[in-house]
């Protein structure tokens, strides 16, 4: 008897998804890559983007983003969980950036989402340019 527990047990954990598995997509918002432009040299601080998930996750995704103009940083951002959006709406979290200015030119900056588990990252694009 004790032993055919056992044995439903183990066949419940091994045919079970883990629940960590990642079920929750970062997505474009509405649908493109997001862009900033900014006059050549010129510094936005203090200002935050969008980082829309949709799917369930079951613990918080820790986000930031990489690959900014030199001297920019960001301070992250948090879509706490467990949460979820199926509906086909997006939930969106919002992620600090700190953009130095920068000589005339584009960089790919990415917005990168951690559960732990699973990294997933979206281009951000960056222009610094007289004709925004």
């Known amino acids: 008897m004790i032993s055919g527990?056992?044995?439903?047990?183990?066949?419940?954990?091994?045919?079970?998804?883990?629940?960590?598995?990642?079920?929750?997509?970062l997505m474009h918002h509405p649908g493109h890559e997001q862009r900033v432009c900014l006059w050549p040299n010129t510094s936005?601080?203090?200002t935050y983007l969008h980082a829309p998930f949709q799917g369930v996750w079951t613990t918080d995704i820790d986000l930031s983003m990489r690959n900014?103009?030199?001297?920019?940083?960001?301070?992250?951002?948090l879509m706490q969980g467990p949460g979820s959006?199926?509906?086909g709406t997006s939930a969106v979290a919002a992620v600090h950036v700190e953009i130095v200015g920068a000589p005339a030119g584009e960089y790919i900056a990415e917005i990168w989402a951690d559960?732990?588990?699973?990294?997933?990252?979206?281009?951000?694009?960056?222009?610094?340019?007289?004709?925004c």
């Not at 527990?5 to 997509?25: D, E, F, K, Q, R």
């Not at 900014?68 to 951002?77: E, F, K, T, V």
């Not at 997933?120 to 960056?126: A, L, N, R, T, W």
């Open 85 to 87: 959006s199926v509906d």
């Open 5 to 25: 527990l056992i044995a439903a047990c183990m066949l419940t954990l091994v045919g079970a998804t883990p629940a960590s598995a990642a079920t929750w997509t």
């Open 115 to 131: 559960d732990g588990t699973e990294t997933q990252s979206i281009p951000v694009i960056i222009t610094f340019s007289e004709n």
């Open 68 to 77: 900014l103009p030199p001297g920019s940083y960001s301070n992250g951002g």
């Open 44 to 46: 936005w601080h203090g």
